[in-house]
């Protein structure tokens, strides 16, 4: 793994203690590189087996969410950090005031504007919801090798908001989640379309039904496990509108239609 940030390259090294394990060894090569031991298994994204879901999320557990942290105000504002600073300083900065936040329907659907929609989210219960546990934070299909018998997670996020130990757990739900919807081959594959047009965006994507049945799971798991659903969903948009700006077109704007409207959607519920 090469880091044309060093801080990045070495945070990520430092995180390997707090992993507990879940992670295949590492050896740093200079400042800016560092290799893993190889695996020899398969991407959970890769697999058909819908049921792999309920090995993962105790694999997860046993690893992450079993330890809590002290919920401190310092945590709390880190999570505001996190959600709404870094939100909006990327949507603003990519998105507000262009052609492409005038569109008015996405696949039929009337939305309202990306920064009126962000007003409707009551971000203090977005924050009181939060769990501070350790946690992987980029906990996605892409990122999980199964070996037939155990699980091992690369690609983890270097901080949550400048926290090397501990996060909200609820991040590492919504990046499984995200991860169970737009998987990185079907789009790798061109498995499918985005444009825009006469204040329109249409988006057409490919799904394999395993990742669709494990996505309901998931929908179904969250709630029996006490957790709010509509936050994971929401943060889950906000991951799409987040990194939308970073990829190649179409997929930034497959990303940021799938987002937005995602978005409109979970805003007009109830928390």
């Given amino acids: ?5 060093v801080d990045t390259a070495k945070k990520r090294i430092e995180r390997t203690k707090f992993l507990n394990g879940s992670a295949p060894s590492i050896k740093s090569l200079n400042d800016n590189m560092f290799s893993y031991d190889y695996i020899n298994g398969n991407l959970l994204s890769n697999l058909s087996d819908d049921n792999l879901l309920k090995n993962v999320l105790p694999f997860y557990f046993d690893k992450f969410g079993s330890e809590q942290f002290e919920k401190t105000n310092e945590f709390l504002r880190d999570c505001e950090e996190m959600y709404y600073h870094k939100t909006h300083s990327r949507i603003i900065d990519s998105f507000v005031g262009t052609d492409l936040d005038k569109i ?13 929609l962000l007003k409707k989210i009551d971000w203090s219960l977005i924050y009181d919801l939060s769990i501070p546990t350790r946690f992987h934070g980029d906990f996605q299909p892409e990122n999980i090798l199964h070996d037939g018998s155990d699980f091992k997670l690369i690609d983890w996020r270097q901080d949550f908001a400048g926290i090397l130990e501990y996060g909200d757990i609820y991040y590492d739900f919504a990046k499984l989640m995200h991860g169970l919807i737009v998987n990185h081959g079907i789009i790798a594959n061109d498995q499918y379309s985005a444009f825009w047009k006469d204040g329109e965006i249409k ?3 490919h799904r394999k039904q395993s990742l669709v049945e494990c996505e309901h799971k998931f929908n179904n798991w969250i709630v029996s496990s006490g957790y709010d659903l509509k936050k994971v969903r929401i943060l889950t948009a906000l991951i799409y509108l987040n990194i939308a700006a970073l990829h190649h077109y179409p997929y930034s704007l497959l990303l940021y239609g799938l987002g937005k409207k995602m978005l409109y959607k979970e805003s007009s519920k109830e928390l």
């Fill in 1 to 5: 793994k090469y880091f044309s940030d």
């Fill in 104 to 116: 008015d329907f996405i696949n039929g659907v009337k939305v309202d504007g990306i920064l009126e």
């Fill in 203 to 205: 988006y057409d994507l």
